[in-house]
């Protein structure tokens, strides 16, 4: 017996395409982009922050993103070595004496 509203998943495309949802900020997901627009993003982001002459952040605010990186074990990971910004960038960074896991996560 279905509710007389109708199936709810049918409502959410047009509530995440609406002016509305669009407006707010949403910093866990729900991106709004093209494939084109998310590379070049992540190529800015790769090349300090800036790609073409086009300045996405400024060098002094990628390296305040990059910056105090902390080397832990991540029991999320299974205890890999992960080496998080204070921004949460992880810097996947490669070690000498390196484990199995850790190879895998960065492959």
């Known amino acids: 017996d279905q509710d007389a509203k109708g199936d709810p998943?049918?409502?959410?495309?047009?509530?995440?395409?609406?002016?509305?949802?669009?407006?707010?900020?949403?910093?866990h997901g729900s991106v709004h982009a093209s494939a084109?627009?998310?590379?070049?993003?992540?190529?800015?982001?790769?090349?300090?922050?800036?790609?073409?002459?086009?300045e996405i952040i400024t060098p002094g605010a990628w390296d305040l993103l990059h910056g105090n990186p902390i080397v832990r074990p991540d029991a999320q990971f299974g205890m890999v070595r992960t080496e998080f910004?204070?921004?949460g960038v992880n810097m996947y960074k490669d070690y000498p004496d390196d484990n199995m896991k850790e190879r895998i996560m960065k492959s």
């Not at 084109?36 to 086009?54: F, T």
């Open 85 to 87: 910004t204070q921004a």
């Open 36 to 54: 084109r627009g998310l590379a070049r993003l992540a190529a800015a982001m790769a090349l300090g922050g800036s790609i073409d002459g086009d």
């Open 9 to 27: 998943g049918e409502k959410i495309p047009e509530a995440f395409n609406s002016a509305w949802w669009r407006e707010g900020e949403s910093p």
